[in-house]
T-cell receptor
C-alpha cells in the first residue's frame, strides 16, 4: 500500500519568506501525487497535482512542487508567503486497486504566517 | 449550486438520536466518498461508491450506514453514535475509470458533535 509522510506538523514563517512543506511518498510506478489545502472550517481544495508531464508543477496561489524520483519527494514551495496562505496543507498519493482509486493522505502540515 | 455541497454544515446530536448527512455533487462524476477528519489524525476514508455501488468499506462501525441512491447523491445515516465519533465528515467526488490523475473534489464538510 502507498504511504505519505509529511515532515513537520507545524511550520511557521514570516510574511514574505519562503514556504517549504515537505512530502515523501512510498515508492511506486507511476506515483500519482497531489497537494491539497484546507482553510479553517472548509473542505479540501486542490493546489496542484503531478501528472508526469513535467517534474516541476505549478499550482494555484503561487505554489509549486517538484517531483524528485530519486528522493521519492514532492515538496511544496512558495517563494513569498502571504498572510492568506495560513492553512493546513495535505500531501496525498493515489493508488489503484480494483475498480477504485483511493487517495492516501499525509497527516497534514499547519502553516502559520507571521506579520 | 456548483461543486460538492453538504448539509447540514453543523450537527449536534445525542447518543440515542438518528440523523443523516447529505452530500450532492454537481460535477457529473461517477464516484463518491465519505471521509472522517478528527483532530490530530489523518483523514480516514470511510466509504467509496462507484456508479452507485459500494466498493469500499474501511471497517467502519455499523452505526454509520451509507446510502447512494444515484451517482449525484450520497447520504450517511447515523444512529447510536459515541462521543469519539465527533469529527468533521467530508464528502468528495471524482471521475474514475479514465485518467488516474483525476483529483477528488471535496465538499465543505459537516461538523458533527456527539454529546
Amino acid at each position: 500500500a502507498q504511504s505519505v509522510t509529511q515532515l513537520g506538523s507545524h511550520v511557521s514563517v514570516s510574511e514574505g519568506a519562503l514556504v517549504l512543506l515537505r512530502c515523501n511518498y512510498s515508492s511506486s510506478v507511476p506515483p500519482y501525487l497531489f497537494w491539497y489545502v484546507q482553510y479553517p472550517n472548509q473542505g479540501l481544495q486542490l493546489l496542484l497535482k503531478y501528472t508526469s508531464a513535467a517534474t516541476l508543477v505549478k499550482g494555484i496561489n503561487g505554489f509549486e512542487a517538484e517531483f524528485k524520483k530519486s528522493e521519492t519527494s514532492f515538496h511544496l514551495t512558495k517563494p513569498s508567503a502571504h498572510m492568506s496562505d495560513a492553512a493546513e496543507y495535505f500531501c496525498a498519493v493515489k493508488e489503484s486497486g480494483g475498480s477504485n482509486y483511493k487517495l492516501t493522505f499525509g497527516k497534514g502540515t499547519l502553516l502559520t504566517v507571521n506579520p | 449550486e456548483t461543486g460538492v455541497t453538504q448539509t447540514p454544515r453543523h450537527l449536534v446530536m445525542g447518543m440515542t438520536n438518528k440523523k443523516s448527512l447529505k452530500c450532492e455533487q454537481h460535477l457529473g462524476h461517477n464516484a463518491m466518498y465519505w471521509y472522517k477528519q478528527s483532530a490530530k489524525k489523518p483523514l480516514e476514508l470511510m466509504f467509496v461508491y462507484n456508479f452507485k455501488e459500494q466498493t469500499e468499506n474501511n471497517s467502519v462501525p455499523s452505526r454509520f450506514s451509507p446510502e447512494c441512491p444515484n451517482s449525484s447523491h450520497l447520504f450517511l445515516h447515523l444512529h447510536t453514535l459515541q462521543p469519539e465519533d465527533s469529527a468533521l465528515y467530508l464528502c468528495a467526488s471524482s471521475q474514475e475509470g479514465g485518467s488516474a490523475y483525476n483529483e477528488q473534489f471535496f465538499g465543505p464538510g459537516t461538523r458533527l458533535t456527539v454529546l
